[in-house]
Every structure is written in structure tokens, then in C-alpha cells.
């Protein structure tokens, strides 16, 4: 069995350089998005709900272009016609964003530009475990999270740069955005195309056949017939069961008026539950690929993976809380005001593109600390020991009452997001099997949306209840949820993936 060449620190540096542009265009969204719907005139408690396209597009479109990717081979290779298409869309929707003439269209080309974005980052993740053997793996997403810390940094503090460098206004008429919102977008529609570019220029890919060898199979070929048997009885049981708890949980929010974000739960519920039915159906009329077989990837996840994804859910739920209300948190605790006219208001908004710079920062630099930490403990300590550091972090934007100490609190958060953007996916990558590389990492990905969705339809209902209108505590609830992360970690098991006998058999008998 060939075993898959080391590559030195340039190739590497070639191979995720794409992740500049991705990760500029996601920081100018976290940043601003929620300033972008504020000033278009949404309320404190509607914000969440706003914030939803990125997790339903997440959750649809990363399986399904993993899917694809898996099962792809062109002339310009297997996942790099992906990044391709996200990135032209993605830099598209970057320069129409900041020109959104009212709220509704603002919220539809966050749809927009998640959906691309989503389209170039999951094959991205994937391609790392396309080229480097296992014991690299950590290095190259590391060698991502540098760059996600590093262009995060320069995206988010994009407004405060042009403001306060260049002399761009940072105020505007009622219901306009200030020109330095929108110049930054369209730098990072430019950056965005260039750096993916230059990743899918600079490095090439392994064919199927060099894959399979690298792995110790056959040539057998990449459309073999999928090997698996599915218990449509079953199947069609989950599926009639969770469409009768989606129309009950329906119910329950109607009879008790709660926030109608809520029902995008119910809906997800509905909407699984007829998949379920169909891939059953689709199955016992002989078809077993597309939808059929991802669906029975969702239900059959290697051990690792389940361990892994509900850590996953816990550390995304305290972030996207983050993502949510650091704005309206530190504008409200911090800088008292909550209107988006004033100038404290938006000082405060672009203190938070500071912050976010520097959590960004301090990640980009932990990433190099991380291989080494990894070898001295294991990938799972590492990141048990950063969740927590996260956690505290979190939970101290609301004992800082002085901005300038929120920096401390964003270093905290900056450490656990560097762990998260590295140890999860390189134990994933490991724990997988090479052809099902794409489809896996996006399905990972349904863990990390699908706690995003639910922050999106509760939290708007406990500020405005529990919490009485005061954002902070959303952030102080993110740092418990980390932290609780940080004990479901201790139960992963780190296995590298082996090629079973019975998998060689089944690819030996369609060879």
C-alpha cells in the first residue's frame, strides 16, 4: 500500500490559502450583518430569526456538495470545481449585500451569500483529508485556522480601519448603511474570488486511482454500486414519527403564543421525517444512491463522529450566541445605547469589529501551538482544555463593565475557536473513510447548524422574557454551553479509521 507523500510548509500554505477568502467574507458577516439589520430597521428580539439562513443553508448544502464532491473527477479536479462556483457567487453577493434597500432583501442575500459561502468552504475541508496522511492532519487545519484567525482579523476590523485610517464615514442618513460598512464588503468580494483562486491554481489534486492506492484498494471504480442494506420498516416508522412530533411541537407554540421562530423546529422535524419516508420509498424501488444513500450516511455515522457531534452542538449553540449578540450586547452593557443612529451605538458596533479581530488574532497564533499541545496530550485534551478557556471567556463579558476588558474575554473565546477550527476535523478525518470524505464533513456540519437554528428560534424568546431585553445574558449562557462541551469531549474516542475486511471484500466482489 502506498502511503500519501508528507508535504512541506509552502504546499500546505497553497493548499488552504483559499480559506483568506473565505473566512473574510464570513468575518464582514458576523460583524456586520446584525448592524446591516438593525439599521434596516429590525427589533433586538428579531435578529435571530434573521440569522437563520446561515444554518438552513449550512444544513442543505454542505451534505449535498459533499456528496457531489465525493463522486466528482474533471479536468480541474474533484473538489476545486466546487470552490470555484461558491466563490464567484459568494463574491457577487458581498458586493450586493451592503446596497440592500430594505430588510427583507437584506435577509434574502444572506441566504444568498451563506449558500455560496457554504459551497466553496465544504470541499475546502475535505480537501485537507484528500492530501495529507494522518499524522499531518492536524497540521493542516491548523494551517486553515491561521488563516481563517489571521484574514478574520483584517475583515473584521475592515469599518474601524477605513473609519478611523482612511477617513470613511462611519455614519449615515436613517436607514442607510455608513460607507465604510459598505467599501467593506466589496473588498472582500474581491478578496474573497482572488484567494480561492490562487488555492485552485496552486495545487493539485490526487486522482481516484492514487486515492484508492494510498488506501490499499483495488481500482475498483468510483460508481460502483452502493453496498447497504436499509430497513425501510424502520425507516418509514422515524419518518412518520418525527412528522407527528414536528405538527404536535406545532401546536404546543400556537396554543401557548411563542415566538414563531420556533416553528422552523417543527418544520425541520416535518421535513426530515418525509425524507426519511422517501429514501425508504426510493430504496424499495431499487434506486440507492443520491438521496438513499446519504440518508443512510445520517443514520449510520461512524462512533467517533456521533461522540464528536454533540460536543459540536453545544460549542456552536454558545457561539452562534456570540454571533447573534455581541453587538447588541456590548452597544446595550458596554457602551449604553441602543439606537443605531448615535454615535455611542456605533462606536460600540465598531468596538465589536475590534473584538472580533482580536479573538480572530489570538487564534491565528494559538494554531501554530496546537500540533505541538496535541502531541504532548492528545487531540482531545487539547481541545477539553481550550473549550473550557472559551467558556470563561464567554461568561466574562458580563463581570468587564470597562470595554477595553472584553480584550481579555475575546482572548479566552480566541483560544477555544482556534481547537474547535482544527481538533474536531482533524479527529474526523482520520475517523472516515477516504470516499466518503466530502459527504462526511458535511454532514458534520449538521452539527453545527442545527444548534445555530435552535439559538435562532430561543433566544429572541428568552432575552425577551427570561432575560428582560438585556442581550449580555445570551453571551453568559454561550460560556455555560461551552463549557459543557468541553465535558461531552472527554467521552471521544481518537481511532484512526482502518480499512475493514469486510469493506475490502464488498469492493474486491464489484471489482
Known amino acids: 500500500m502506498r502511503t500519501k507523500p508528507r508535504l512541506n510548509f509552502w504546499q500546505l500554505w497553497n493548499m488552504s490559502f483559499g480559506y483568506v477568502g473565505i473566512q473574510f467574507g464570513f468575518a464582514l458577516q458576523n460583524a456586520n450583518v446584525s448592524r446591516i439589520f438593525e439599521t434596516l430597521g429590525a427589533q433586538v428580539d428579531e435578529i435571530p430569526i434573521l440569522w437563520i439562513a446561515g444554518p438552513v443553508t449550512g444544513l442543505l448544502v454542505q451534505p449535498i456538495v459533499g456528496y457531489m464532491s465525493d463522486k466528482t473527477w474533471t479536468r480541474l479536479g474533484r473538489r476545486k470545481p466546487y470552490f470555484l462556483i461558491g466563490a464567484i457567487c459568494a463574491s457577487l453577493a458581498l458586493l450586493v449585500m451592503p446596497n440592500s434597500p430594505a430588510l427583507w432583501f437584506a435577509a434574502g442575500m444572506l441566504w444568498i451569500m451563506d449558500a455560496s459561502i457554504n459551497i466553496t468552504m465544504e470541499p475546502m475541508r475535505a480537501f485537507v483529508g484528500d492530501m495529507l496522511p494522518d499524522e499531518q492532519r492536524t497540521t493542516g487545519f491548523a494551517v486553515q485556522t491561521f488563516f481563517i484567525g489571521a484574514s478574520s482579523v483584517i475583515g473584521s476590523l475592515m469599518p474601524y480601519l477605513l473609519t478611523n485610517w482612511f477617513g470613511v464615514a462611519n455614519t449615515a442618513p436613517d436607514g442607510q448603511l455608513p460607507d465604510s460598512v459598505k467599501w467593506s464588503f466589496y473588498s472582500g468580494g474581491v478578496v474573497f474570488l482572488l484567494a480561492v483562486l490562487w488555492t485552485i491554481f496552486s495545487t493539485k489534486e490526487y486522482s481516484p ?137 456605533n462606536a460600540g458596533a465598531n468596538w465589536v469589529g475590534v473584538l472580533m479581530s482580536v479573538y480572530n488574532g489570538v487564534a491565528a497564533l494559538v494554531a501554530f501551538a496546537l500540533p505541538w499541545l496535541a502531541r504532548r496530550t492528545s487531540r482531545v485534551t487539547t481541545h477539553v482544555i481550550c473549550l473550557v478557556i472559551g467558556g470563561l471567556g464567554l461568561g466574562s463579558m458580563f463581570v468587564f463593565k470597562d470595554a477595553r476588558m472584553l480584550v481579555v474575554s475575546m482572548a479566552g473565546l480566541g483560544i477555544a475557536w482556534a481547537s474547535l477550527l482544527t481538533m474536531p476535523y482533524a479527529i474526523l478525518s482520520s475517523v472516515v473513510p477516504f470516499r466518503k470524505m466530502g459527504v462526511y464533513m458535511g454532514i458534520f456540519n449538521f452539527f453545527i447548524v442545527i444548534p445555530q437554528i435552535v439559538a435562532a428560534a430561543v433566544l429572541g424568546l428568552l432575552v425577551r422574557t427570561l432575560f428582560g431585553g438585556q442581550s449580555i445574558y445570551a453571551l453568559v449562557l454561550g460560556g455555560v454551553s461551552m463549557v459543557v462541551a468541553a465535558a461531552l469531549m472527554l467521552r471521544v474516542r481518537d481511532e484512526p479509521h482502518r480499512v475493514s475486511e469486510n469493506e475490502k471484500t464488498l469492493v474486491t466482489q464489484h471489482h
Open 209 to 345: 486511482e492514487e486515492q484508492r492506492a494510498f488506501h490499499g484498494e483495488s481500482a475498483a471504480p468510483e460508481d460502483d454500486e452502493p453496498t447497504f442494506a436499509l430497513n425501510t420498516a424502520n425507516y418509514y416508522k422515524l419518518g412518520a414519527a418525527l412528522v407527528f412530533a414536528g405538527l404536535v411541537f406545532s401546536g404546543v407554540i400556537h396554543r401557548l403564543g411563542w415566538d414563531k421562530g420556533l416553528y422552523i423546529l417543527s418544520f425541520g422535524a416535518c421535513f426530515y421525517g418525509l425524507v426519511q419516508c422517501i429514501a425508504a420509498w426510493r430504496y424499495s424501488a431499487g434506486r440507492k444512491r443520491g438521496l438513499v444513500e446519504l440518508v443512510y450516511d445520517v443514520n449510520n455515522l461512524p462512533p467517533a463522529m456521533r461522540q464528536l457531534a454533540l460536543a459540536q452542538m453545544f460549542t456552536w449553540f454558545a457561539l452562534f450566541a456570540f454571533f447573534i449578540y455581541a453587538t447588541a450586547a456590548v452597544t446595550s452593557f458596554h457602551f449604553g445605547s441602543t439606537d443605531p443612529r448615535s454615535a455611542a451605538y
